[in-house]
Nanobody, 122 residues
Framework: QLQFVESGGSLVQPGGSLRLSCAAS????????VGWFRQAPGNERERVAC???????FYGDSVKGRFTLSRDNTKNTVYLQMNTLKPGDTGIYFC????????????????WGQGTQVTVSA
């Protein structure tokens, strides 16, 4: 089965940090772009960051300067380092793939994982 397995979500206080992992299962990351998305209760799923197959990262305005993407193709895993977390970062975080390049549209991605819950609260 082709999918990602996300992990690393937790309850954290505002201003704290988390590192999420997105491990590919059933396929090799290779040239795929990988996007991180989050979905808060009652909201649509939004893309927060994406890294191209060549390793170029893109960030949403709300996370720019706070979140950092990295990928390790030898471990078939993409990471999302999240710093200075805010309550607005709360949600389920998913990752998914797209051939080569990033896109702002969730429908352009496939092989979605089950997600990992991030809760930012005092």
């Amino acid at each position: 089965q082709l999918q990602f397995v996300e992990s690393g979500g937790s309850l954290v206080q505002p201003g704290g940090s988390l590192r999420l992992s997105c491990a590919a299962s059933g396929f090799t990351l290779g040239d795929y772009a990988v996007g991180w998305f989050r979905q808060a209760p009652g909201n649509e799923r939004e893309r927060v960051a994406c890294v191209t197959g060549q390793g170029t990262p893109f960030y949403g305005d709300s996370v720019k300067g706070r979140f950092t993407l990295s990928r390790d193709n030898t471990k078939n895993t993409v990471y999302l380092q999240m710093n200075t977390l805010k309550p607005g970062d709360t949600g389920i975080y998913f990752c998914a793939r797209r051939r080569l390049s990033c896109s702002n549209s969730t429908t352009d991605f496939d092989s979605w994982g089950q997600g990992t819950q991030v809760t930012v609260s005092a």
